[in-house]
Nanobody, 123 residues
Framework: QVQLVETGGGLVQAGGSLRLSCAASGRTFSSYTMGWFRQAPGKDREFVAAISWSGVSTYYADSVKGRFTMSRDNAKNTVYPQMNSLKPEDTAVYYC????????????????WGQGTQVTVSS
């Protein structure tokens, strides 16, 4: 069982930056692919980014490519999405997720989910 806790959300102006964190419990964090998804009001949850267990491979949605960067520190059981050049359309609840499967843009392969953290970008 893995428990995930996201932190770092908040209110930021357009063009600003935020760094979220997702801390995981358990001793096998380094074996998990970690993903980030977001859900805006009235919309489906969508893929944002994912990082392989080693941190070598990262994947991004087209909407955030070039603006968001994923990293992880397996010694701290934490994954960090750095979000730059934020836009009002980035406003959503952001969720981290974990899976033993390879990185995926789809929700189904992810076994564990955090409770989410709100990111609001004002124009």
């Amino acid at each position: 069982q893995v428990q995930l806790v996201e932190t770092g959300g908040g209110l930021v102006q357009a063009g600003g930056s935020l760094r979220l964190s997702c801390a995981a419990s358990g001793r096998t964090f380094s074996s998990y692919t970690m993903g980030w998804f977001r859900q805006a009001p009235g919309k489906d949850r969508e893929f944002v980014a994912a990082i392989s267990w080693s941190g070598v491979s990262t994947y991004y949605a087209d909407s955030v490519k070039g603006r968001f960067t994923m990293s992880r520190d397996n010694a701290k059981n934490t994954v960090y999405p750095q979000m730059n050049s934020l836009k009002p359309e980035d406003t959503a609840v952001y969720y981290c997720a974990a899976t033993y499967n390879p990185p995926s843009r789809y929700l189904l392969p992810y076994d564990y989910w955090g409770q989410g953290t709100q990111v609001t970008v004002s124009s």
